[in-house]
């Protein structure tokens, strides 16, 4: 704790490292994901598929995928963005399909009643509705994405897993614990705010219908 | 470091077989460890949450907040207690193990048919009965699915048990991205990754097997 009162500069710095570090992957996962889950709702047989891949991909441990891409993209922040991203991109896949699966049946009629096409459908019907579901899905993303963000200090991409490794090579209980307490802190925020969100949006939808 | 083949990752497990067994058995008995223990830990846990239902809250609450915690910051905290090597290594993976297996077994629990519990308790089943008879295995796939994912990342997690001296395949990742050297470093990163999705699958089946026969999904026989 010490640590943290005495670097303010440093910790805000590592802090917001991080911050960039998850915000780009889950981002740049939302751009690849969300179309990936919508074309799965449109054509079944690739659903299997694409979710297996996505779910090898999630399967492989952390600092297995980041060794693996270390000789194509290099030691530092671009591949811990790729690897952040990888990891994404199953619940995200996911979670777009369930939320487009679980819409009312009544309200997809109704919207092809007043003669709407399907990708008119699809941006103003199944995707608004499906937002709680997707932004659930986010939140996983996030917070995963958090934890998985430290250890990708070790190859050079900064964040507040720097502070855990200083300290772990130096023995340096207070680093180790500035570090992990940190970037616990950022988790547990990240996965509160966005739960807020989440109900706040599912709360006006069903006040809404 | 891009100049050699990647693929000489294989000549070099060949080449260095001792070695390479040694960590495998290492990572192994790390995940294995950690697991058993997790099991040990957290289904009870998670049976006592759904027996004692003002406990259930506020664990279910502190399962999702370490959930959410990292586990770097897991395997740091550890080291300033316990030191380095393979214990404070296991007791990080073991905490880590804890959540899914808890959070699997009292939603198994819970969430079990309460026509058949009810049906037991008609029979004159007591408690304890009821749970090993009629509630554990009704819950027992969800369980089975709780231990699966606690294995397959443990596998993952055994690889930073490296950075505090626990050993296993994270210490040829670690020489490899040290050294510069890409074949040592695939010689950890690519036995780990098949080893995680090896175990996915071989749990699945595993358990498949294990879970009562009235239960088994996708093989119901017309008759």
């Known amino acids: ?209 | 470091m891009f100049n050699r083949n990647p693929f000489d990752f294989i000549p070099w497990i060949l080449n260095n077989q001792e070695r390479f067994l040694s960590l495998l058995g290492q990572h192994m008995q790390l995940v294995a460890v950690a697991v058993l223990l997790g099991v040990l830990i957290a289904v009870p846990l998670g049976i006592l949450a759904s027996r004692v239902a003002v406990l259930a809250g506020p664990m279910t609450w502190i399962a999702g907040v370490g959930q959410t915690v990292p586990s770097l910051a897991i395997l740091g905290l550890a080291l300033p207690i316990m030191g380095i090597g393979f214990v404070p290594s296991v007791f990080a993976l073991t905490i880590r193990a804890l959540m899914p297996i808890f959070i699997n077994t009292y939603v198994g629990i819970y969430s079990a048919d309460r026509n058949v519990i009810d049906a037991a308790r008609g029979m004159g089943a007591n408690s304890t009965q009821r749970l090993l008879f009629a509630e554990l295995p009704l819950a027992s796939p969800v369980i089975f699915t709780g231990i699966r994912t606690a294995t397959v990342q443990t596998v993952g997690l055994a690889t930073l048990a490296a950075f505090i001296g626990g050993g296993g395949l994270g210490d040829l990742i670690l020489q490899g991205l040290s050294l510069v050297d890409v074949p040592i470093l695939l010689a950890g990163a690519v036995p780990v990754a098949v080893l995680a999705i090896g175990a996915d699958i071989v749990l699945s089946r595993v358990f498949r097997l294990a879970i009562p026969v009235g239960l088994r999904t996708g093989q119901v026989k017309a008759s």
Do not use: C
């Open chain 1, 1 to 209: 704790m010490e640590y943290i009162l005495k670097h303010p500069e440093r910790m805000v710095a590592l802090t917001l490292q991080h911050i960039e570090i998850v915000v780009i992957a889950v981002i740049v996962a939302l751009i690849i994901g969300i179309p990936l889950g919508v074309v799965v709702t449109r054509l079944r047989w690739l659903e299997t598929p694409v979710t297996g891949i996505a779910g090898v991909l999630y399967t492989i441990p952390s600092l297995a995928i980041f060794a693996i891409l270390i000789p194509i993209s290099g030691l530092g922040a671009t591949t811990a963005i790729t690897a952040l991203t990888l990891y994404s991109l199953l619940v995200i896949i996911r979670n777009t399909a369930t939320a487009i699966d679980s819409v009312d049946p009544a309200m997809e009629d109704a919207a092809r009643g007043v003669g709407m096409t399907s990708a008119q459908r699809l941006f103003f019907v199944e995707l608004p509705l499906g937002v709680p579901i997707i932004l659930a899905g986010v939140r996983v993303a996030v917070v995963s994405a958090v934890g998985i963000a430290s250890i990708a200090a070790y190859i050079g991409a900064g964040g507040l897993g720097l502070l855990i490794f200083e300290g772990i090579r130096t023995t340096d209980p207070d680093r180790i614990i500035a570090g992990a307490f940190m970037a616990s802190l950022l988790a547990l925020l990240a996965d509160f705010g966005l739960k807020r969100l989440e109900s706040t949006l599912s709360h006006d939808r069903a006040t809404q219908s």
